[in-house]
């Protein structure tokens, strides 16, 4: 699986990122986004580069089978060590696979789910094209496909809310940037993705903004009350389903469903 980018990431990424208000939000969102399309559990779960399971655990909470499937070693040992914590009804609803999302349909042994979910995934990838036919793969006729990515359309909003402003004019028209965790990421447009899917079977259902007022106040130097958090959630979540401010989310939430054959 070549080397381990993320290994020396996991902890500032799940104890710093995801611990901040701004990562409650994240998970907290697309969450509840989830469960207004996905059956009841216990339904199977796929989670192809599912991280330290910031998104897994709490539908393996709320009663689903979740398999969270990463290339990265570092990613899963600190998944179990977040997993030890919590209930042993809750620990024996989550499995995990060790492999890259490309193979994910031999990873699993060809296994059908009710639900893949891909967040936060495609956009370190030059060619996303094999895991998408993956996602798609997996899912079981009927299941649903969940995929977070990076928003080509509001690219400019994090270097001008950071007065970068050279860059911001560059990015109207950019695809790529380097993130806030230093590595090289991409970008995707909503309609674009949504076509990737239909060629692949899945029939894209909604889509969602994720981080809005949230982003634009921590971008912009101001300290988020981690006392807030819920509160913040609450708003960002209503947006998320509002134009225009889904349409300035830098990352969206594409939900689809795949077209029993």
Not at 17 to 35: C, D, E, F, M, N
Not at 166 to 189: H, K, M, N, Q
Not at 213 to 218: E, K
Request: net charge negative; hydrophobic share 45%.
């Amino acid at each position: 699986m070549g080397q381990d980018t993320w290994a020396g990431l996991a902890d500032q990424f799940a104890d710093g990122a995801y611990a901040s208000a701004k990562g409650y939000v994240r998970t907290h969102v697309i969450h509840h986004q989830l469960l207004a399309h996905l059956p009841a559990p216990p339904a199977g779960v796929l989670d192809v580069g599912g991280g330290a399971g910031h998104q897994s655990f709490p539908l393996a909470e709320a009663g689903y089978d979740v398999t969270l499937l990463d290339p990265s070693q570092g990613m899963l040992d600190k998944a179990k060590q977040r997993l030890a914590r919590l209930p042993a009804e809750v620990r024996q609803r989550v499995g995990f696979v060790a492999a890259d999302g490309a193979h994910a349909d031999e990873a699993v042994g060809g296994r059908r789910f009710a639900a893949v979910l891909c967040h936060g995934v495609l956009g370190y990838l030059d060619e996303p094209e094999p895991v998408l036919d993956q996602l798609c793969r997996c899912a079981a006729d009927g299941g649903v496909v969940s995929i977070m990515a990076g928003n080509a359309t509001a690219a400019a909003v994090r270097p001008a809310l950071q007065q970068r402003w050279e860059d911001a004019l560059a990015a109207f028209d950019a695809r790529s940037e380097i993130g806030v965790l230093g590595l090289p990421t991409r970008a995707d447009t909503v309609e674009e993705l949504g076509e990737q899917l239909r060629k692949r079977g899945v029939e894209p259902l909604d889509w969602y903004g994720v981080w809005h007022f949230v982003d634009w106040l921590d971008l912009g130097g101001v300290a988020l009350d981690p006392g807030d958090a819920a509160k913040i959630a609450a708003v960002e979540l209503e947006a998320g389903r509002r134009d225009p401010y889904r349409r300035l989310s830098r990352i969206f939430h594409l939900v689809g469903r795949k077209t029993p054959h």
